[in-house]
Antibody, heavy 121, light 106 residues
């Protein structure tokens, strides 16, 4: 079955750019699904960051849109997240997830195991 | 954005109890609600889609209901392994939003 694995630096300096990659295994990123990033600050709830389709079409949460870029690398079967101008408020566990779509219904499944990114000098 | 509000931040119950977790949307969203279970240090696990459809492999003691703005997740006979935080999520429109979570202690 499809599995996702996040990777990237665990520590980013304030005002810097957070960069993460999610590798998709057991299936093709070019399937008819969207691929998302979701984050969870320590002890808090889940926040959807944005998503990408294999054609490169993206959709972002308006609350983060000015700072977020999501891209796809089809040959490597992976997609990536960049979040610019980070502050301590961006410290969170970052998850990648597939937005599984069946007709008009969709849900997040599966998820990566998550990676903690801390913003600190 | 559509706000999802879970009425309880935490619940305490005993093994064998029947528990209901509620979630309210800030506008009508038909049945476009999903439920997830999250244990400490783990990624969320997908449980229920479109309000009442059980994901394959999820125990039948879990069920969901509701439409419009009010939704519920019910666990019919609590087991020790059900101790977790549960989140509702709307998939009616982007940005997709989650409830704040209900921590279930057993």
């Amino acid at each position: 079955q499809v599995q996702l694995q996040e990777s990237g630096p665990g520590l980013v300096k304030p005002s810097g750019t957070l960069s993460l990659t999610c590798v998709v295994s057991g299936g093709s990123i070019s399937s008819s699904n969207w691929w998302s990033w979701v984050r969870q600050p320590p002890g808090k709830g889940l926040e959807w960051i944005g998503e990408i389709y294999h054609t490169g079409i993206t959709s972002y949460n308006p609350s983060l849109k000015s700072r977020v870029t999501i891209s796809v690398d089809k040959p490597k079967n992976q997609f990536s997240l960049k979040l610019a101008s980070v502050t301590a408020a961006d410290t969170a566990v970052y998850y990648c997830a597939r937005l599984t779509t069946v007709v008009t219904k969709n849900w997040f499944d599966p998820w990566g195991q998550g990676t903690l990114v801390t913003v600190s000098s | 954005d559509i706000q999802m509000t879970q009425s309880s931040s935490s619940l305490s119950a005993s093994v064998g109890d029947r528990v209901t977790i509620t979630c309210r949307a800030s506008q009508t969203i038909s049945s476009y609600v999903n439920w997830y279970q999250q244990k400490p240090g783990k990624a969320p696990k997908f449980l229920i889609y479109v309000a009442s459809s059980l994901q394959s492999g999820v125990p039948s003691r879990f069920s969901g209901s509701g439409s419009g703005t009010d939704f519920t997740l019910t666990i019919s006979s609590l087991q020790p392994e059900d101790s977790a935080t549960y989140y509702c999520q709307q998939s009616y429109s982007s940005p997709y939003t989650f409830g704040q979570g209900t921590k279930l202690e057993i």
